[in-house]
């Protein structure tokens, strides 16, 4: 009986293991996959407007387009992405827009006009707001629950890393050979992302509740309830952070600092890859108000400090306190706002969040610029500073009151 009992406890504690561990071949090729499509993503940010000036002999406003099509395409698809993830099978809806994005990617070969090019662009927007939706929501049902946090952490350090990666290798390729080269090179990258995002994955729930499927038409198809306050903080954030950006380059020309754009934004990523593991075993094990609290801190005082730069170390030192504090609260913003909604509804949580960030980056993108224009700079850089401000008392009022409601860990 001993023996019998000892041998069963054996297994239940190899499940209990098997249940918690979290870089599952399943989470990893789902993370690989969202790697490659923020690689494409970012590569093609700092390419097409060389490409559109240079090869289509275009103007600036021409050039600012490629990114304008690609936010539309984005926003429009972004809340319809959550309702058919939900409602379908989501391995399905992953693979096929994988499988567009790819196609989509090789259509980059053939641009040789702009309105050719600003069509790729939309429907690049479009498909990257479905995959990345997909990859997000299908890592996340993934992870365990007492793991989620650290979980969605390390999945967000994936994009994270591409958008210092694909910069760099865009800037490097297009520096010294040619754009044919690099749409050839994004190509191969979509392929990864789809042969790493179309393995088969178990246990996931493929669609939604049947009482939910049938039902009417209404706007909460698109939209999840309970995670607009999280979606509301996540966009606050957002906002804030595209002043670092957006205008970074151009803060960099004022303080003659030109030369250090590319380590600023090292420097930042890699202080938000270090600090990561950190982040997600603190939110697991403690809560959400023992990050939100004094990443939000961070957040607000590396811009203030940047809007008082006078130098190189005073930059860098900005750059990396930046990166502990923003990379510490996106994850946990959009954990919570999967965690706080029916598991159902993941897809559509999801959704909401990234589309409160699309809009917030379109707003922030054309407020923090009139903002520059009456008071320069670092007048914007305070601004932005007191909307981080602004966005600890929201989330002291409604985050507490829904973890009270909820039952979900604030403290």
């Not at 023996?3 to 690989?32: C, D, H, P």
């Not at 559109?52 to 021409?62: A, M, S, T």
């Not at 990859?135 to 350090?157: C, D, H, S, V």
């Not at 190189?312 to 999967?338: D, R, S």
Request: net charge positive; with cysteine.
């Amino acid at each position: 009986m001993m023996k019998m009992s000892n041998r069963k406890m054996m297994e239940y504690e190899v499940e209990f293991v098997q249940k918690q561990a979290l870089w599952t071949q399943a989470f990893l090729g789902i993370s690989l996959s969202s790697f490659f499509q923020y690689m494409t993503h970012y590569a093609m940010i700092v390419a097409l407007p060389v490409f559109v000036i240079e090869n289509l002999h275009g103007n600036d406003w021409q050039a600012g387009l490629s990114m304008t099509f690609f936010q539309v395409g984005a926003v429009i698809c972004r809340p319809l992405a959550g309702t058919w993830i939900d409602a379908f099978d989501k391995q399905k809806i992953m693979r096929i827009s994988l499988g567009v994005f790819l196609l989509v990617s090789l259509m980059y070969l053939l641009a040789d006009g702009l309105y050719f090019l600003l069509l790729v662009r939309l429907l690049h927007g479009a498909v990257f707001a479905i995959g990345t939706t997909a990859a997000a929501t299908l890592a996340a049902l993934t992870l365990p629950e007492q793991r989620k946090g650290e979980g969605i952490g390390y999945f967000a350090m994936f994009a994270n890393l591409a958008m210092v990666l694909g910069p760099f290798l865009s800037l490097a390729i297009i520096s010294y050979y040619s754009s044919g080269l690099l749409f050839a090179g994004c190509a191969v990258l979509a392929l990864l992302a789809f042969w790493f995002g179309s393995r088969r994955l178990n246990n996931l729930p493929e669609r939604e509740n049947p009482q939910q499927t049938n039902r009417k038409l209404t706007w909460d198809n698109f939209i999840e309830p309970r995670a607009l306050p999280m979606a509301l903080l996540g966009g606050l954030l957002f906002f804030a952070y595209t002043g670092v950006l957006v205008f970074i380059p151009l803060y960099t020309k004022l303080l003659d600092l030109t030369a250090y754009t590319s380590v600023f934004f090292a420097v930042f990523a890699l202080f938000i890859v270090v600090s990561r593991p950190l982040v997600g075993k603190l939110f697991d094990h403690f809560g959400a108000n023992t990050v939100v609290y004094p990443g939000l801190l961070l957040f607000m005082l590396g811009l203030i400090g940047l809007s008082q730069v006078q130098g190189v170390a005073g930059f860098l030192t900005a750059g990396g306190i930046l990166g502990i504090g923003f990379g510490a609260l996106g994850p946990v913003f959009q954990t919570l706002a999967i965690q706080v909604s029916p598991r159902h509804r993941a897809g559509v949580a999801t959704a909401t969040f990234f589309f409160a960030l699309d809009i917030s980056v379109g707003i922030g993108s054309f407020v923090l610029s009139m903002v520059v224009e009456y008071s320069g700079y670092r007048g914007m850089y305070l601004f932005a500073a007191a909307v981080v401000g602004l966005t600890i008392a929201v989330y002291h009022v409604l985050a507490q009151k829904l973890f009270r409601t909820k039952g979900k860990p604030g403290a």
